[in-house]
């Protein structure tokens, strides 16, 4: 796992603004990883932050990461 899983990753990632005005974050089928911030670059680089974390505490833990589409894929 690496940087092409993150990007691809990331490319599912979907922004939307939240009632107290700030962007909420997520990726659709990775339980759990979502962020909040105050601008959606802001929240793009929380995310990316975030998901790398909830990588890496899967990996430790043995638990499968969802698969996703590498651009080497097509």
């Known amino acids: 796992m690496g940087a092409a899983y993150v990007e691809a990753a990331m ?3 979907t922004y939307e603004r939240i009632e107290d ?4 974050g997520g990726i ?9 911030a ?5 929240c793009r680089r929380e995310l990316r932050d975030a998901l790398e974390g ?3 505490l899967r990996t ?3 638990t ?4 996703v589409r590498h651009s080497s894929q097509g």
């Open 38 to 42: 105050e601008t959606e670059d802001a």
């Open 21 to 24: 005005g700030s962007i909420f």
């Open 28 to 36: 659709p089928g990775f339980a759990g990883l979502w962020v909040s």
């Open 54 to 56: 909830w990588i890496t």
């Open 64 to 67: 499968p990461l969802p698969p």
């Open 60 to 62: 430790a833990s043995h």
């Open 11 to 13: 490319r599912l990632a």
